[in-house]
């Protein structure tokens, strides 16, 4: 029997520890978590380690090698401040955030978004590329003259955007259909007739 200093009988509770109920390791998923977590460092590191050697004239290879760096710090801002999409003040101050703590801090926002445009669109800018010359391919390298060239290609001769052109032909089309289908039989076919003749008269031009 324990006691005291002042001879009474110490009484011993029992400790009851806290219990957590922790779920099963799985290792195989934590590999994948770290491995992930170290390629899109990798991406940073290579988008980081371009923009610092780029000079006033880059090129597209630079510029997706950098956009893939900054679209991860597009997706972390996104996610730390719980929004959907890339706009506002919250995101905007996000970002600049991670551009500062990543080496980007010295990258102007008029050159990230264009950088991010030519990322976001690789492909589209590949095929432009594509058709241009050898030389003049290689003239174009900043990015800003880079897609204001892209972009440009995409208008009509009426200097209209070619996928608003696209945008308002579908729901012309989808009007035709709708308008069509309510017409007597007779009338609908005459109508598709002239659609017929129409394309005749297209192709022969």
Same mark, same amino acid.
């Given at each position: 029997m324990? &006691?005291?200093?002042?001879?009474?009988?110490?009484?011993?509770?029992?400790?009851?520890?806290?219990?957590?109920?922790?779920?099963?390791?799985?290792?195989?998923?934590?590999?994948?978590?770290?491995?992930?977590?170290?390629?899109?460092?990798?991406?940073?590191?290579?988008?980081?380690?371009?923009?610092?050697?780029?000079?006033?004239?880059g090129?597209?290879?630079?510029?997706?090698i950098?956009?893939?760096?900054?679209?991860?710090?597009?997706?972390?801002?996104?996610?730390?401040?719980?929004?959907?999409?890339?706009?506002?003040?919250?995101?905007?101050?996000?970002?600049?955030?991670?551009?500062?703590?990543?080496?980007?801090?010295?990258?102007?926002e008029?050159?990230?978004?264009r950088?991010?445009?030519?990322?976001?669109?690789?492909?589209?800018?590949?095929?432009?590329?594509?058709? &241009?010359?050898?030389?003049?391919?290689?003239?174009?390298?900043?990015?800003?003259?880079?897609?204001?060239?892209?972009?440009?290609?995409?208008?009509?001769?009426?200097?209209?955007?070619?996928?608003?052109?696209?945008?308002?032909?579908?729901?012309?089309?989808?009007?035709? &259909?709708?308008?069509?289908?309510? &017409?007597p039989?007779?009338?609908?076919?005459?109508?598709?007739?002239?659609?017929?003749?129409a394309?005749?008269t297209?192709?022969?031009?």
């Amino acid at each position: 029997m324990a &006691l005291n200093d002042l001879g009474e009988q110490i009484i011993e509770r029992p400790i009851t520890l806290p219990r957590f109920n922790l779920p099963p390791l799985d290792l195989e998923a934590e590999a994948k978590e770290a491995a992930a977590i170290v390629a899109e460092r990798r991406v940073i590191r290579a988008g980081l380690d371009v923009w610092q050697a780029i000079g006033k004239a880059g090129s597209f290879e630079a510029y997706k090698i950098i956009g893939a760096a900054l679209l991860i710090g597009r997706e972390r801002s996104l996610k730390a401040t719980g929004l959907n999409a890339p706009h506002g003040r919250l995101y905007s101050l996000a970002f600049r955030q991670w551009l500062k703590a990543y080496g980007f801090g010295s990258m102007s926002e008029a050159t990230r978004k264009r950088i991010v445009t030519l990322t976001e669109n690789a492909a589209a800018v590949e095929a432009w590329r594509a058709t &241009l010359p050898q030389r003049e391919r290689d003239r174009i390298g900043n990015a800003e003259h880079m897609v204001r060239r892209w972009q440009a290609s995409l208008k009509t001769s009426h200097g209209k955007p070619l996928a608003y052109v696209k945008r308002d032909a579908i729901t012309a089309w989808k009007k035709f &259909l709708s308008s069509v289908s309510m &017409l007597p039989p007779t009338d609908q076919a005459a109508m598709w007739a002239m659609v017929s003749q129409a394309r005749i008269t297209d192709a022969a031009a």
